[in-house]
């Protein structure tokens, strides 16, 4: 079989519907971002910012980690590692949904945002390495991370709910209301990344700190999650008395209750590095399920009345 043939066969491969390797990818993508902010965290936690001193080698003679660099040079070797599994799940991704693009754009924008997100978050981990972990540079580079989050979880939102609807399927007013409170979620996350940014694990233990106040911090940064709380209290009450759908409001809310817990425990307790990790892996959880509460604003097109559209322009293809 020639080259030709072989790349006809691969096409033909490919899926024209939303099939389980789509779901699959979906959700592999889903799961990688997250991981990817609770390996981050390790490497801030265990004080492996720099465990690999240089980019992108982890030294000047070796792309991998050496016996003498120890424990921190695998934690951040680890971390770097990631991102190439990742890499490998955003190409199937787009080559999943690439024979559905001219019907599923939204499939093709949302995976191949993904994978340009994805030399640019290298570069600017290389920058953080390279200025010596600037505590600006890494909430930076984790801000990104959980926007990313946002996206991979509009692509499985669209997986199995199809394009996005053009009818609005809750009232304004409680549209409104979810809106405020999505925006106070990305107000807590950005403070919350300036919180740590002032205190002890900022990814080395000669990692400069940002200047702020780490105890009016934890102060200022419990303000907007509050603020959260009250307003996703008020969204579930809305959706109970209305007769909305309320999965995932209440979802949200229970990822918000146990992220104030954990948020106090760690604050009265001196910030123990588990607590923390686990912190930031809610947070990316709090946003996916913020934004889960958001599209369940539109009416969506169902998938099953979708595909066969799709399949006949993959065919055309």
């Not at 924008?109 to 340009?116: E, M, P, S």
């Amino acid at each position: 079989m020639g080259a030709t043939g072989v790349l006809t066969r691969a096409w033909s491969w490919l899926p024209t519907t939303v099939d389980r390797r789509v779901r699959f990818i979906a959700w592999a993508s889903f799961v990688c971002q997250v991981l990817l902010i609770g390996t981050g965290g390790a490497v801030r936690l265990t004080g492996s910012g720099l465990g690999c001193p240089t980019w992108p080698r982890c030294t000047a003679d070796s792309f991998v980690s050496t016996p003498e660099m120890g424990v921190h040079g695998v934690i951040e070797f680890g971390n770097r590692l990631l991102t190439f599994v990742l890499t490998l799940v955003v190409i199937l991704a787009f080559l999943f949904v690439l024979r559905m693009r001219t019907v599923r754009r939204d499939f093709f924008w949302l995976t191949l945002v993904q994978g340009l997100s994805i030399p640019f978050q290298a570069v600017l981990g290389g920058i953080t390495v390279l200025t010596g972990l600037n505590p600006y540079i890494v909430g930076a580079h984790f801000v990104v991370s959980i926007v990313l989050v946002a996206l991979t979880t509009t692509l499985l939102w669209r997986v199995y709910r199809g394009p996005r609807g053009h009818h609005a399927a809750t009232p304004r007013g409680y549209a409104r209301l979810v809106h405020v409170a999505a925006a106070v979620v990305g107000v807590t996350v950005v403070v919350g990344v300036l919180t740590t940014g002032s205190g002890p694990h900022a990814g080395d233990a000669a990692t400069p700190r940002n200047g702020l106040d780490p105890a009016i911090m934890d102060h200022v940064h419990s303000w907007p999650a509050y603020a959260t709380l009250a307003l996703t209290l008020a969204v579930v009450v809305w959706t109970i008395r209305a007769g909305l759908p309320r999965r995932f409001p209440l979802a949200l809310l229970g990822v918000e209750l146990v992220q104030i817990a954990v948020g106090i425990t760690q604050a009265r307790t001196g910030l123990p590095p588990l607590l923390v990790g686990s912190h930031m892996v809610l947070a990316a959880l709090l946003v996916a399920a913020t934004t889960a509460v958001v599209l369940s604003l539109r009416n969506d097109q169902a998938p099953d009345e979708v595909e066969p559209i799709v399949e006949a322009a993959a065919v055309r293809a």
